[in-house]
């Protein structure tokens, strides 16, 4: 049975290195035994998917929305930082 439990995690093992895996490389057993572990609990597969998706759309709405006139500063506040670098 020892076996099994190494080389089985548990749900909440899993769901944690699915977490990870997002952010950080996981070790070789680590990674296998997430792996394995999705190839049969459909559960920590949806996990996964669902992970997967609110990423995408988090990523969507704070990266997407940003447009190039956001990310230009206007002349009036240029000129206005002009004035005061000269100023010092």
């Known amino acids: 049975m020892e076996f099994i ?3 089985l995690h548990n749900c909440e093992e899993t769901s944690l290195n699915i977490v990870k895996s997002k952010e950080t490389s996981l070790s070789v057993p680590a990674w ?4 394995f572990h999705i190839a049969f609990c459909k559960c920590c597969r ?3 998917k669902q992970n997967k998706a609110m990423d995408k759309a988090l990523q969507n709405q704070f990266h997407g929305n940003i447009s190039m006139k956001e990310t230009k500063a206007s002349d009036e506040l240029k000129n206005r930082i002009k004035e005061n670098l000269q100023k010092m």
């Not at 296998?32 to 792996?35: E, F, G, S, V």
Request: charged share 20%; glycine share 10%; hydrophobic share 40%.
């Open 5 to 7: 439990n190494n080389l």
């Open 46 to 48: 949806n996990f996964g």
């Open 32 to 35: 296998l035994k997430m792996k």
